[in-house]
């Protein structure tokens, strides 16, 4: 299967700051990537999907403006929360759907966001 | 709406039992249905995938199984162990033009006692 890494692991910040986090396909070159976000006790709900080369779909209340994604290779899709606060603190995780016959989904390790 | 529902929300037993987690959903359309394991502050470890043509999946104590009908699938964990605590995921790819992202229930946290 696919190796997906994210970085950081975990970020804290005050609010009205940016953060970037990173996701990288290390052994799979992924033309699409999803990014989700879980809070605390709850389910992992899908935010939006990266293209690469295009822009990304984002789900219904999902706001595109701050929350800002670049597919930039295939091996790299970021996700950057611009002006984050409190409420944005969440644990955010990126999936590469593998193509093929599985269509198996493998995720990173996630991204926990703090924001003070 | 397309849904998936776990059940129970958590579950304690003791070292040795077998177990068996529920998840449901609402829509039998399905493509494939994945089941993970999830650390605390952790990622998710896929555990096991079953496709839609198929009826069960095994990979040493676990066995899970889908039955699209009636929109259900458990995973069986036999002779549970204290290293099996977790919270585990029920995911289905629902058959959509969107994409292939997953739906998540909100898991099941087992606690394995010795």
């Known amino acids: 299967g696919a190796v997906v890494s994210q970085h950081p692991s975990r970020v804290i910040c005050k609010s009205g700051t940016s953060v970037k986090i990173e996701c990288r396909s290390l052994?799979?070159?992924?033309?699409?990537m999803f990014w989700y976000r879980q809070f605390p006790k709850q389910s992992l709900m899908l935010m939006a999907t990266?293209?690469?080369?295009?822009?990304?779909?984002?789900e219904q209340g999902v706001e595109k403006d701050k929350f800002l994604i670049n597919h930039a290779s295939l091996t790299l899709s970021t996700l950057t929360v611009t002006s984050a606060h409190p409420e944005d603190s969440s644990f955010y995780i990126c999936?590469?759907?593998?193509?093929?016959?599985?269509?198996?989904?493998?995720f990173g390790p996630g991204t926990r966001l703090t924001v003070l | 709406k397309q849904e998936v529902t776990q059940i129970p929300a958590a579950l304690s037993v003791p070292e040795g039992e077998n177990l068996v987690l529920n998840c449901s959903f609402t829509?039998?359309?399905?493509?494939?249905l994945q089941w993970f394991r999830q650390d605390p502050g952790k990622g998710l470890t896929s555990l096991l995938l079953?496709?839609?043509?198929?009826r069960e999946q095994t990979s040493g104590r676990l066995n899970a199984s889908l039955d699209k009908s009636s929109g259900r699938s458990t995973l069986y964990i036999a002779a549970s162990q204290p290293g099996d605590s977790a919270t585990y995921l029920c995911?289905?790819?629902?058959?959509?033009?969107?994409?292939?992202?997953?739906?998540f229930g909100k898991g099941t946290t087992l606690s394995v006692s010795s």
């Open positions: 999936s590469v759907p593998t193509s093929g016959g599985t269509n198996e989904q493998f």
């Open positions: 052994d799979f070159q992924a033309t699409t």
């Open positions: 990266s293209n690469e080369g295009s822009k990304a779909t984002y």
């Open positions: 829509d039998s359309a399905i493509y494939n």
């Open positions: 079953i496709q839609s043509s198929q």
């Open positions: 995911a289905v790819r629902f058959i959509n033009q969107a994409g292939t992202a997953l739906i």
